[in-house]
């Protein structure tokens, strides 16, 4: 005994299965798209304590940090500031002992003037 199909039969039975096979892989598919999309908005909507309390922290520290940067060029010199204002003051100093070696000259000179 012989079964006889004709193409026709044979190409749309293929292309029943085919169809079917895809709608299931789809159907798998859209099931475990919806299944992670619940689990990260439920990851997401969750947040801890801890979580909370580190965003508290970390904005405090911003808040601490711009104040130090808007309070450090009060509290601190910089270096070649520093080095500027000794060189300033060991060249008034270097003047200041130039004038006294010339008067301790000039009472030098006046005492022996006086003594000779």
């Keep these: 005994m012989?079964?006889?199909i004709d193409l026709w039969q044979l190409?749309?039975?293929l292309a029943g299965l085919i169809s079917t096979f895809a709608a299931v892989v789809w159907l798998f598919g859209t099931i475990l798209v919806?299944?992670?999309k619940t689990q990260?908005?439920?990851r997401f909507s969750k947040i801890s304590d801890k979580d909370v309390e580190v965003t508290?922290?970390?904005r405090q520290f911003e808040k601490d940090f711009a104040q130090f940067q808007i309070d450090a060029p009060t509290r601190f010199v910089l270096r070649d500031d520093y080095i500027r204002g000794q060189s300033v003051l060991e060249a008034k100093?270097?003047?200041l002992?130039?004038?006294m070696e010339v008067v301790r000259l000039e009472v030098a000179?006046?005492?022996g003037g006086k003594n000779g």
């Design 11 to 13: 190409v749309m039975a």
């Design 97 to 99: 002992f130039n004038k």
């Design 2 to 4: 012989q079964v006889q």
């Design 40 to 42: 990260l908005d439920e």
């Design 56 to 58: 508290q922290q970390l």
């Design 34 to 36: 919806r299944q992670f």
């Design 93 to 95: 100093q270097d003047a």
């Design 109 to 111: 000179a006046t005492r």
